[in-house]
């Protein structure tokens, strides 16, 4: 594993780099897909051979109640339709630890099933929270995966200010596959992964 040596310092250069995400002109971004109260834009990303996709959308609950069905922990696998296993392996410090955790096969299996090692990181972000995270290099790896590769990712969730129960959720998320997939399969699934991801956890905090 890499880059912890100076936990606070990693945590602080990843939440700074998701802010800069959070401030770039809206002219620089393209719509990906559109549906109901969910927008999808994409840009080329400066990490890597692909897109930086940016999601944001209203939610129906308190900002508290949607980071905890998003950050690590033992909500995220009740609702998220994408993910299969969901581990914490280290515990670092306060609101900072390193997660495992698995995807189903997309796109009727020509992505198929994935493994990533992220570090996660929240932090408080004006009147609501930030949650990212990064990959790390982790040497153990599951033989039945591709180890995918998420560059720097995370959500803004801030209350309405007309209606405290209600959040926006901004998301920003770019993630290397690997392996031979074409970008266009990947870009497709993409856009529609996180159009469902506002309606599965719209329904998941409906049920809490």
């Known amino acids: 594993m890499e880059g912890l040596s100076d936990t606070a310092a990693f945590a602080t250069r990843l939440e700074n780099t998701l802010i800069q995400y959070h401030s770039i002109e809206d002219d620089k971004w393209r ?10 834009w ?22 508290n109640s949607v980071i905890d069905h998003i950050r690590p922990g ?28 698995t995807t189903v096969g997309q796109l009727c299996n020509i992505i198929s099933p994935r493994e990533f090692v ?14 990212c995270g990064l990959n790390l290099d982790w040497n153990e790896k599951k033989p ?3 180890r995918g590769y998420n560059h720097p990712c995370g ?15 901004t998301g920003y998320i770019q993630t290397d596959l690997h392996g031979m ?14 159009i469902n991801f506002y309606g599965d956890l719209q ?3 409906q049920k809490a």
């Open 31 to 40: 719509v990906a897909k559109k549906m109901k109260d969910v927008t999808i």
């Open 42 to 63: 994409r840009k080329p990303s400066e990490e890597f051979n692909g897109y930086l996709f940016k999601a944001q959308g209203i939610i129906d609950d308190i900002v």
């Open 74 to 101: 033992p909500c995220c696998l009740d609702w998220d339709s994408l993910m299969t296993s969901m581990d914490i392996v280290e515990h670092l410090e306060e609101s900072c630890c390193v997660m495992c955790y």
């Open 118 to 131: 992220d570090f996660s990181y929240t932090v408080g972000y004006k009147d609501g929270l930030l949650s």
């Open 144 to 146: 039945e995966f591709i």
């Open 155 to 169: 959500w803004f969730c801030v209350p309405l200010k007309h209606n405290p129960n209600q959040s926006l959720l």
């Open 181 to 194: 997939i074409p970008q266009s399969a990947v870009d497709t699934a993409m856009a529609s992964t996180l």
């Open 203 to 205: 329904k998941a905090l």
